[in-house]
């Protein structure tokens, strides 16, 4: 199996880079801009003569979320515009996509986790350039998987766990947001799924594969406040407080969901994959960033 990446620089994409090597069945190329810009059909063009994929995965995206809020046409391009075009060249060649997005697709007012079927309706413009996106891909390319995940975390790059064991060193306190819901997913758990999910659509006939939209996130639920508790109790003794606050006490420029958990049961009742519990990949990016 071949996999071209579209985009290299996300956590995403990192952990699949990461995780490629380790699977002798599988060829991957990940390409990032200026080689491939998502919003440039030539771009795409060459990029599918040269790989040849036998599916593409596409981790390209606008993902700053609060600047998105004042980048409208910028996230919109990318987001909604780019997973359009490379969905649209992929079905002229009869490939396979893999399209993230994400749990802010929906407006965060459930108590209960959201399935795939749930309305969407997201207060964001991040997460309407995303719902755009998902659009864009279901129109134009009947041989799709979307998979939207949440609060990825990583060993790759900037994120709260990398950010949180800074400020433990750093800062006076941390006082992080406990009235928000989430999954937290690791980015290498992910990446093994979607590996396995382009595993399936490469290696099955077209009617054969079941697809469309699928919530692939961490087990379990937290807040922040809970992924910084036991980041900070796996990261060893520290002096610094840990400081339970609300929402109104964060103020952000977009606003984030009081409850954003993934219902990821269709996942596993039809992939037969199951991400591993939030806290066991923050057990393990957090011994992976002391090891380096």
């Given at each position: 199996?071949r996999?071209l990446?579209?985009?290299w620089?996300?956590?995403?994409?990192?952990a699949?880079i990461?995780?490629?090597?380790?699977?002798?069945d599988?060829?991957?190329?990940?390409?990032?801009r200026?080689a491939?810009?998502?919003?440039?059909?030539?771009?795409?063009?060459?990029?599918?003569?040269d790989?040849?994929?036998?599916?593409?995965?596409n981790t390209?995206?606008?993902?700053?979320?609060?600047?998105?809020e004042?980048?409208?046409?910028?996230?919109f391009?990318?987001?909604?515009?780019g997973?359009?075009?490379?969905?649209?060249?992929?079905?002229?060649?009869?490939?396979?996509?893999?399209q993230l997005?994400t749990?802010?697709?929906?407006?965060g007012?459930?108590?209960?986790?959201y399935?795939?079927?749930?309305?969407?309706e997201?207060?964001?413009?991040?997460?309407?350039?995303?719902?755009?996106g998902e659009?864009?891909?279901q129109?134009?390319?009947?041989?799709?998987?979307?998979?939207?995940?949440a609060?990825v975390?990583?060993?790759?790059?900037?994120?709260?766990?990398?950010?949180?064991l800074?400020?433990?060193?750093?800062?006076?306190q941390?006082?992080?947001?406990?009235?928000?819901?989430?999954?937290?997913?690791?980015?290498?758990?992910?990446?093994?799924?979607?590996?396995?999910?382009?595993?399936?659509?490469a290696?099955?006939?077209?009617?054969?594969?079941p697809?469309?939209?699928?919530?692939a996130?961490?087990?379990?639920?937290?807040?922040?406040?809970?992924?910084?508790?036991?980041?900070?109790?796996?990261?060893g003794?520290?002096?610094v407080?840990?400081?339970?606050?609300?929402?109104?006490?964060?103020?952000?420029?977009?606003?984030?969901?009081?409850?954003?958990?993934?219902?990821?049961?269709?996942?596993?009742?039809?992939?037969?994959i199951?991400?591993?519990?939030?806290?066991?990949?923050v057990?393990?990016?957090?011994?992976?960033?002391?090891?380096?």
């Amino acid at each position: 199996m071949r996999l071209l990446i579209a985009g290299w620089q996300g956590q995403i994409a990192q952990a699949l880079i990461d995780s490629v090597p380790a699977r002798r069945d599988i060829e991957a190329c990940a390409i990032g801009r200026p080689a491939l810009d998502i919003c440039k059909v030539g771009s795409i063009e060459r990029a599918l003569a040269d790989v040849r994929p036998s599916v593409i995965i596409n981790t390209a995206a606008y993902t700053a979320v609060d600047a998105a809020e004042d980048q409208r046409e910028r996230a919109f391009a990318l987001n909604r515009d780019g997973a359009r075009l490379i969905a649209v060249v992929a079905a002229k060649r009869g490939i396979p996509i893999i399209q993230l997005s994400t749990d802010y697709v929906f407006d965060g007012k459930s108590t209960f986790p959201y399935t795939e079927t749930d309305r969407t309706e997201p207060i964001t413009v991040y997460g309407q350039s995303r719902l755009a996106g998902e659009a864009a891909v279901q129109e134009v390319n009947p041989k799709h998987i979307i998979l939207r995940t949440a609060w990825v975390y990583s060993p790759f790059g900037r994120n709260f766990i990398t950010n949180t064991l800074q400020r433990a060193r750093d800062a006076d306190q941390l006082r992080v947001v406990g009235d928000q819901l989430g999954s937290p997913t690791y980015a290498p758990h992910l990446a093994e799924a979607i590996l396995a999910i382009a595993a399936r659509v490469a290696g099955s006939n077209e009617s054969d594969v079941p697809w469309g939209i699928y919530h692939a996130a961490g087990g379990g639920r937290a807040s922040w406040f809970d992924v910084a508790q036991r980041i900070l109790a796996l990261a060893g003794p520290t002096n610094v407080p840990l400081c339970r606050i609300t929402s109104a006490e964060y103020p952000t420029r977009a606003q984030r969901l009081s409850n954003s958990v993934l219902d990821c049961s269709k996942l596993e009742n039809v992939f037969q994959i199951t991400l591993p519990d939030w806290s066991e990949g923050v057990s393990l990016c957090v011994d992976r960033l002391r090891s380096q």
